[in-house]
């Protein structure tokens, strides 16, 4: 489902998003198809949150009316360049988002912090939103070097504590907001963070009332489509959109 702007901070403040990474997962188009087809049915008549859904590369065709990221991207924008995929191949599949600098690829990959800006600079240029995962300060200040304000506006920051990711256990709502606040002292302050690690049914709420993140980014849950509509149902049954406007109504010593 193409978007017909790249999102801003202000729909995110309107909107918490909710992005699954589906991993390496699952192993059929067949099993794609349907996890994809159960959350968009029982979604449906969701307002209050903007669900994206990150499946493989090779799924992505096979996949319409939710709104789709990738889990990478590649930095040049075509050329000699085996096995590799550009932000160009993947706007013309209809995705709007592009997951960067993931800590499994970081250490499976070895992707460098180098490698991540360069690949945050190409997906912007093809108006993909990048969703630039990190753990500390120095991985944002690197990812995101040399770009403009304006550039880093269309970013979506994840915070992701290894230690949270896949384990069950996840960061607390507390610790995590006090992440949120170094970020924003480091980057441009209209910019969407969210929250991922461990996140389930139970805690989703929280990261986004108590500690005043835009969104989520949910890995093993998101593959649980049961689990992942209740996350997805928590989290608008948290912040209405129809009686709090705006998470900063939701919210407002947040922010
Ligand atoms: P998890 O993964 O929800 O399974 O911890 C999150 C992520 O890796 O993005």
Redesign the pocket.
């Known amino acids: 489902m193409w978007e017909a702007r790249p999102p801003t901070y202000e729909d995110h403040m309107q909107k918490p998003l909710i992005i699954a ?1 589906w991993k390496c997962n699952p192993s059929t188009r067949e099993q794609a198809e349907h996890l994809f087809g159960t959350i968009k049915r029982e979604t449906k008549n969701i307002n209050g949150v903007k669900i994206v859904i990150c499946p493989p590369f090779v799924w992505l065709p096979s996949l319409n009316g939710l709104s789709l990221g990738a889990q990478d991207c590649f930095w040049e924008k075509d050329g000699a360049y085996t096995g590799e995929v550009s932000p160009k191949m993947l706007k013309d599949l209809g995705c709007d988002y592009v997951i960067l600098g ?1 800590s ?1 690829r970081r250490k499976y990959l070895k992707e460098t912090d180098e490698m991540i800006n360069k690949k945050i600079k190409t997906a912007l240029k093809s108006d993909l939103t990048p969703i630039l995962c990190i753990e500390n300060i120095s991985q944002l200040k690197k990812g995101t070097k040399d770009l403009l304000r304006k550039e880093q506006k269309k970013l979506i920051i994840a915070y ?1 504590p290894v230690f ?3 384990t069950g256990k996840p960061c607390t709502p507390e610790k995590a907001k006090e992440m949120k606040t170094a970020i924003k002292k480091i980057i441009n302050k209209d910019i969407s963070i969210i929250y ?4 389930n049914s139970q805690n989703a709420a929280d990261y986004i009332k108590m500690a005043g993140f835009q969104g989520l ?5 998101s593959l649980n489509p049961a689990e992942f509509i209740k996350v997805v149902k928590n989290v608008a049954r948290a912040c209405p959109v129809v009686e709090l406007r705006s998470l900063r109504d939701c919210a407002p010593k947040l922010f």
Do not use: F, P
Not at 196 to 199: E, F, M, N
Not at 217 to 221: K, P
């Open positions: 990474n993931h499994e992701e949270a990711i896949g991922g690690g461990s996140v980014l949910v890995g093993g849950a």
